[in-house]
């Protein structure tokens, strides 16, 4: 398996929390603070912030078991298909809603210091 690329988030910002991979919206915010706090590069970010843990504790995903699968390298891909076969939609659903709905406050002053349209 070949590492996905960490981000520089001293220099850089991590994906929007809106985006999505797969049916699931923050993965793959998530997926670059905690490859940037495996590389060294996290800068003032932090991996675990209330909003993703609120968010994996939706999907019923430990941040031991996300850390453990970007720590074996899995891609963008391999994290769609491992939420995939592990979350319901009714999870799945209520995580999403978490970020987008209960957070929508966070979610735009996020995109406002990152230089994203508000959605």
């Not at 699931?24 to 915010?29: D, H, K, L, P």
């Not at 998530?30 to 932090?46: E, F, P, S, W």
Request: hydrophobic share 40%.
């Amino acid at each position: 398996m070949t590492h996905a690329p960490a981000p520089d988030l001293r220099t850089a910002f991590p994906r929007a929390g809106r985006v999505k991979l797969g049916d699931f919206v923050w993965i793959a915010r998530l997926a670059d603070k905690v490859r940037a706090q495996q590389a060294g590069t996290i800068g003032d970010y932090t991996a675990y912030c209330e909003v993703s843990h609120g968010f994996l504790e939706r999907c019923g995903v430990t941040p031991e078991v996300f850390t453990a699968l970007i720590r074996s390298g899995a891609s963008d891909e391999e994290l769609v298909r491992y939420f995939a076969m592990h979350v319901d939609p009714q999870r799945r659903d209520a995580a999403n809603r978490w970020v987008l709905v209960d957070n929508a406050e966070d979610l735009r002053e996020q995109e406002r210091e990152e230089g994203e349209p508000p959605a």
